[in-house]
């Protein structure tokens, strides 16, 4: 009987431990503080305390650099006259030589959410306007406006931005924005876009 | 004679509900060719309701002369002559920074219907039911208080029952002449102890050992971060690809956290959460989605009245919790788990396209990194489109070695003279 009141008494108490399940707030703590916490600067840690010593960071490359591999930079500025400007510049990449299924992936990660995995304007944020995106995305094939866009101009507002479209460049380097415009150039083809359009890729 | 009056009667009938049908049909047709318009050309910069890269067209007949749709025909079909003559629409441009693109194939009738479809989106549509959310989260609640106190009470009176029996017996016994000796109290019984003890030491020792494991362990962490981002809203709702935000996973040790502008991207648009499911923290308290976009504004310093003054630059970084973290000994590399080991993003962080709040799901021990490694099959190179490119090179050393271009292979072809092999 003794045993009995045992049995009940450690039901009880696992089940009291199993019923809180209680969020966990805290991080908890470690054996070894110098070896889990690293002394250095580590990635996202704060930089206030270097601020406070007057040590300024800046993360930014220096102005006028280019990295080991990477395209020389785009020459125009984010205005009006940029944009006018933009649809001088060509793709610099070989549009033969591009891995397409590549380019398809990247642009289905960063596009295909509002411009539509079929190049239609109707991604999942619009959903025809069920979704929660308040503006129309452009539809790429069918719309004469991104028909008839020079590559350069496409590649300026991809790195940029227009209207309520965010720019990517700090998301995309230059080289996988121009292989999504050549993407989009083909896919307009495709789907038997206009002719200023066939031009652009045909004259490689 | 009979079924043909019949029929006709039939017919009758069905002629008088065609009328019917067609004469609400046309007169729904109005605003819903003007929604197939509005669609296809106005969408892009107009909203109904908000203002977007051009203002909200809800009420338009009220401002200017719109409720002339002949002046609004005008005005679309020709904005530049149009302005050129007219202060309300210069202002216009002055206040969204451009001008309306020109429509020159846009009748008459289209606007009329794109007024009829505006008008109609304008209403406000009628609240759906509330309360579906709540009373099954508040039944999950009740239930366990009920369990609770179901085994609470079977508790007590298990006792109860058990203290009865025994005095019971006691009474039998006296009422029987039996005379026992003198129970020893149960605290001082030798098995009693001698159970107590070992059931104190093996819990003891479980709790102990199982402290110890998890010191320095985070599994389940899950702080509250500065702003309630929900990884279901996103991820998994509205679809959007992990590496959309954490796109340098593909490339580097981390998987970065977005700054505010790729926030930005979409929430210039989005400036409310209207359309998805309630929300919930981990409390159990709703979350209200709008107000918690207008504090991802204040850090972006993102004015919802005046989307084109936005300055990217002004932004100030939102200060995330980091949630998984490994000791400063261990070092980890996303990309080469991503691009190279072509890991999906789930198998160490789990359903994160389910999650409100973001829990840590793997404990992140080296037990589970080890195991990771002994049942991960290596994706070699199979063909131009599946498998990584990482160990081709080992390939190329063998093909080499068996057609004898190359007798043996040096620790510089594996990369021994990179700096960083030594100067890390």
Known sequence: MRKNILLTGTLALALVFAACNSVRREEGRVYMPDMAYSRAYETYASTAALQEAGVHYNARPVE???????????????????????????????????????????????????????LDGNGPLWKGGDGPYTAAPRNLIGDPLALNMAEGTMFHSITYGKNLMGGYGSQLSSKQRWEIVAYIKLKQIEAGGGATAAAAPAGN | MMSQKAALKHLSTLLFSLLILSVSFSRAQD???????????????????????GPALAGLEERHKWADHKELLAWINNPAAYMAKDPYT????????????????????????????????AKPAPVPAAGAGDSAQGSDNQNSVL????????????????????????????????????????WRNKTNIAILSIVFFVFG??????????????????????????????????????LYCHGSAEQSKHAAIPSVNTCMNCHKAIQAYEKGPKLFDEEGNEIDGTAEIQKLYAYAGF?????NKWDPSMAKPIEWIKIHNLPDHVYFSHAQ?????????????????????????????MGWCINCHRETKVQFNYDS????????????????????????????DIGGLECQKCHY
Do not use: W
Not at chain 2, 39 to 47: F, L, P, Y
Not at chain 2, 337 to 365: P, Y
Not at chain 2, 385 to 412: A, L, P, Q
């Open chain 1, 64 to 118: 006028g650099t280019v990295a080991r591999g990477a395209m020389a930079a785009y020459p125009f500025a984010n205005d009006s006259v940029g944009y006018v400007r933009s649809a001088e510049v060509k793709n610099p990449l070989d549009v033969a030589a591009i891995d397409m299924t590549e380019a398809e992936r990247i642009y289905l990660i960063n596009c295909g959410i509002c411009h539509g995995t079929k």
């Open chain 2, 31 to 53: 605003a819903a060719a003007g929604k197939a318009v509005f669609m296809s050309k106005c969408a892009s910069c107009h909203n109904v309701l908000k203002k977007a890269t």
């Open chain 2, 90 to 121: 210069q202002g216009l441009k002055a206040e969204y920074g451009s001008m309306m693109t020109a429509f020159p194939d846009v009748t008459l009738q289209d606007v009329s219907n794109v007024v009829a479809y505006v008008n109609e989106a």
């Open chain 2, 147 to 186: 369990f609770g106190v179901i085994s609470l009470l079977l508790g007590v009176i298990a006792l109860i029952l058990m203290q009865v029996n025994s005095n019971l017996k006691k009474l039998s016994d006296q009422a029987e002449g039996v005379t026992l000796p003198e129970g020893i109290p149960f």
């Open chain 2, 205 to 242: 020792g479980y709790m102990v050992a199982k402290g110890a494991i998890g010191l320095g362990r985070q599994k389940d962490y899950q702080p509250v971060q500065p702003i309630y981002y929900s990884h279901k809203v996103h991820a998994g709702i509205n679809q959007i690809n992990c």
């Open chain 2, 303 to 307: 004015d919802p009245n005046n989307p």
């Open chain 2, 337 to 365: 788990h991503v691009t190279a080991g072509k890991v999906q993003c789930q198998s160490c962080h789990g359903e994160i396209q389910a999650m409100g709040e973001v829990k840590q799901v793997s404990d992140l021990s």
């Open chain 2, 385 to 412: 489109t599946k498998g990584n490119k990482f160990y081709s090179i080992y390939e190329k050393f063998h093909n080499d070695i068996k057609s004898g271009k190359m007798d043996s292979v040096t620790v510089k």
